[in-house]
């Protein structure tokens, strides 16, 4: 446990990232967890597909790994009952889902309720689920973005913590719409993580309150600002 206190007076919390692809979510966490004075650190980085990317990237950055394996269990349950007890073994306080691609059951999501964020590529309530840039684009919309929420049952619902919004520019493509967002989304993890970790978030009803000072937005449409 680190030294340095969080907003609760206490140690940093210690957080899992679940990843199943690339993993640049995940290396924002981390390099933000760098800094001493962040709420967190990594202390587990975990995927359900052995051959990630994201499990080489957490590795280079000496970060410990697992990999859960779902097509190693016969169903959701018992591949949840095994990822709980890896978590459990880490002793882990905070899940962080970065591109984890399985959907989880209720009761998982009930054992971390509070205490397990997700990050999705669309303005919630806005474009829950898969191919959400092409699917902006094919709506129209003028305005799209990111969002870092506490997990419910729900696909890609519950309170929401932080969003960031990127304009939709005429000559966009899918992989241009998504690179843009992307850089935001590695923006808004770190400093969602930073608010829930340092003990800032109160949950009420299903609408999130921030502690202390938040700096307005800038013009980059971040909200709340970093
Ligand atoms: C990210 O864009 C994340 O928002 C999205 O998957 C990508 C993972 O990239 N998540 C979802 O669509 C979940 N519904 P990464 O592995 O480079 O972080």
Same mark, same amino acid.
């Not at 199943?20 to 962040?38: F, H, K, Q, T, V």
């Not at 009420?204 to 800038?218: K, N, S």
């Given at each position: 446990?680190?030294?340095? #206190?969080?907003?609760?007076?206490?140690?940093?919390?210690?957080?899992?990232?679940?990843?199943?692809?690339?993993?640049?979510?995940?290396?924002? !966490?981390?390099?933000?967890?760098?800094?001493?004075?962040?709420?967190?650190?990594?202390?587990?980085?975990?995927?359900?597909?052995?051959?990630?990317?994201?499990?080489?990237?957490?590795? #280079? #950055?000496?970060?410990?790994?697992?990999?859960?394996?779902?097509?190693?269990?016969?169903?959701?349950?018992?591949? &949840?009952?095994?990822?709980?007890?890896? /978590?459990?073994?880490?002793?882990?306080?905070?899940?962080?889902?970065?591109?984890?691609?399985?959907?989880?059951?209720?009761?998982?999501?009930?054992?971390?309720?509070?205490?397990?964020?997700? +990050?999705? =590529?669309?303005?919630?309530? @806005?474009?829950?689920? !898969?191919?959400?840039?092409?699917?902006?684009?094919?709506?129209?919309?003028? +305005?799209?973005?990111?969002?870092?929420? /506490?997990?419910?049952? &729900?696909?890609?619902?519950?309170? +929401?913590?932080?969003?960031?919004?990127?304009?939709?520019? =005429?000559?966009?493509?899918?992989?241009?719409?998504? @690179?843009?967002? /992307?850089?935001?989304?590695?923006?808004?993890?770190? /400093?969602?993580?930073?608010?829930?970790?340092?003990?800032?978030?109160?949950?009420?009803?299903?609408?999130?309150?921030?502690?202390?000072?938040?700096?307005?937005?800038?013009?980059?449409?971040?909200?709340?600002?970093?």
């Amino acid at each position: 446990m680190g030294a340095s #206190a969080n907003g609760n007076g206490a140690g940093r919390r210690r957080v899992a990232i679940l990843v199943s692809g690339r993993g640049s979510n995940m290396a924002s !966490l981390i390099e933000a967890a760098r800094n001493p004075d962040y709420p967190a650190e990594i202390a587990l980085v975990l995927s359900n597909r052995p051959g990630a990317l994201g499990l080489a990237r957490a590795e #280079a #950055a000496g970060i410990a790994t697992r990999s859960v394996d779902h097509r190693a269990y016969g169903g959701r349950e018992p591949f &949840e009952a095994a990822l709980h007890q890896a /978590l459990l073994d880490a002793r882990i306080d905070i899940v962080c889902l970065a591109g984890f691609m399985r959907l989880l059951t209720a009761g998982f999501v009930a054992r971390w309720h509070d205490r397990m964020l997700n +990050i999705h =590529p669309s303005i919630l309530p @806005a474009f829950k689920g !898969l191919d959400t840039h092409r699917r902006a684009l094919e709506a129209g919309v003028r +305005i799209h973005g990111c969002t870092v929420h /506490l997990v419910r049952a &729900e696909m890609d619902g519950g309170p +929401i913590v932080a969003q960031a919004a990127v304009p939709v520019l =005429p000559d966009d493509t899918e992989d241009s719409l998504a @690179a843009r967002v /992307l850089a935001e989304e590695h923006r808004i993890y770190p /400093l969602a993580l930073g608010l829930l970790a340092g003990g800032r978030i109160a949950v009420e009803g299903e609408r999130v309150r921030i502690a202390g000072h938040v700096p307005p937005a800038g013009p980059a449409l971040v909200n709340p600002a970093g």
